[in-house]
């Protein structure tokens, strides 16, 4: 099978394309022929290492698994002998976390992951680009408990978390202003924000009004900035906290009793269920920017650093 390796860490001409044996799947295994996955922040960020504390979980000298990535979407084509809840032929969708090995034309994995069943109505291209913005989202948006007319604003929308904010604010009543640069607005009026904002407006002193919550997903904007947008007993959100951030966030939330939320969320098969289903009945778009070849992995990965994605990126595995 074609797999596209890292051996080492660094710019994004580390990968190399390389020929498997097609793996078998354990007796808690299914295996999945996979048709696409993504390129996400997070992947660029193991590739590189940024920042260089990811080394002491996915390798110190070089990546420990060379196959990255983490979404996909396929079909199940061989089971293990345990395995109850999947059938060969079924469509699955999820993520492999950091198990990793997604960059690949075949995985195994255990059938309890944090994968399920791909409804007839969503493509695979959707499916794997599905996952990683749609599950950060959800989680941070159901730790503000949001209730309904509650104003929002989400600065970075149009990123993959923040596009996937967008319509689940909405879906749970909000009322949402995104940030985003204006020729973004079009996309992010499409996904249902009631007003738009430029990031000029966003960081101007002279701009007074306040949130309920505010959502920062880029991880762009400085707490005091944030905070400045917060009405009292507000909930400021930090999706892309770097670790300075969550000392602040930590110390600014003892200190001054603001509900910051932070840190890694947790991917939940309860919640990639709800996006499937939000998915189907038209409730939830996937914002797909551009596909790329799994031979052109290099590139998309170049693409996604540079920052400017709108949604998500896809890997055609099996062109
Ligand atoms: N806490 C967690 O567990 C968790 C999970 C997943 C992701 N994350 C973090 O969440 C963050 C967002 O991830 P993502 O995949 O959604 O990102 P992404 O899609 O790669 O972000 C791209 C977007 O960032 C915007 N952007 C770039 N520079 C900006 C700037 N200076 N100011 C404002 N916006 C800017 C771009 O908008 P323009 O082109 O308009 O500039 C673009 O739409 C990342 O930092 C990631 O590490 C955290």
Redesign the pocket.
Known sequence: MKVITARKYGTPDVFRLENWEIPSPNKDEIRIKNHNSAV???DW?IRKPDPKVVRLYFGILKPRKPVLGISFAGVVDAIGENVTKFQIGDKVFGSTGMQMGAYAEYICIKESSVMTTLPKEISFSQGAALS??GL?AL??IQKCKIQKKQSIII????????TAAIQLAKYFGAVVTA???P??FPLVQSLGADSVMD?KGFHADSHKKTYDIVFE?????SISSNLNHLTKGGVLVL???SFKDMLQAAWISISKGINIK????SETLENLNTLAELTKNGDFTVVIDKSFPLEALSAAHQY?EA??????VVIDVIN
Not at 217 to 221: E, P, Q, R, T
Not at 307 to 312: D, E, F, I, Y
């Open positions: 996400n922040s997070g960020r990683f913005g950060t989680d941070f600065y970075g929308a149009s990123s993959s978390v923040g940030v985003c640069s020729g973004n990031y997903c880029v991880g762009k904007s999706v892309g906290a932070f840190g890694p969320i996604v920052g400017h994605k709108k949604g998500n």
